[in-house]
Structure formats: structure tokens, C-alpha cells
């Protein structure tokens, strides 16, 4: 059964990297995932290994990017290396 759904998800992983990188981006550059894999493990650590917290970990880090990238087009009067130094997903 592990051998089963380890080769399933590589495989998903596999359908992922070749979506990202064609359909989304349509071109394969260097470090052009930014180190999402990182940021995917670290949730999964964090949601203390259950999907349902890693979610909400990604939920906030998501948060957190977004609150960064609206403030930054809003020009709050904040140093733009403040706002950078918010957590992206």
C-alpha cells in the first residue's frame, strides 16, 4: 500500500511540476518555483503532520501575502522592506 501511493504521488507531483511549468508559466527558467516545496514542508511541520494544519497554515501564510502585495499597490506609508519581509506563499 505505501509503495502504491508514494508511486500515485509522485506521480501527482509530477503532473504539478509539468502544469507549472507549461501551462502557467510557458517556459522553464531557473528557480521559478521560489521555493514553494519549502514552504509546503514547513506547513506540513507546523500543522503538526495533519492536512487540516497544514491548510491553515497555508490559509495565513496566504493571508500574509496578499495583505503584502495590497499594501504595497495602496502605498501605505510603510518601507517597502517592512512589507517584504512579510511571509510568501
Known amino acids: ?3 502504491v501511493n508514494v508511486i500515485i504521488g509522485g506521480m501527482i507531483a509530477g503532473l504539478g511540476g ?3 511549468t507549461i501551462g502557467s508559466v510557458g517556459a522553464s527558467i531557473r528557480r521559478m ?3 514553494k516545496g519549502f514552504i509546503g514542508l514547513a506547513a506540513m511541520i ?3 503532520w495533519n492536512p487540516i494544519g497544514g491548510i491553515f497554515f497555508l ?3 496566504c493571508f500574509a ?3 503584502q502585495v495590497k499594501m504595497q ?3 501605505v506609508n510603510i518601507p517597502s522592506q517592512f512589507l517584504q519581509m512579510a511571509p510568501t506563499s
Open 18 to 20: 509539468a502544469y507549472f
Open 1 to 3: 500500500m505505501r509503495y
Open 46 to 48: 507546523f500543522g503538526k
Open 73 to 75: 499597490i495602496l502605498g
Open 59 to 61: 490559509a495565513d501564510l
Open 33 to 35: 518555483t521560489a521555493g
Open 65 to 67: 501575502d496578499s495583505l
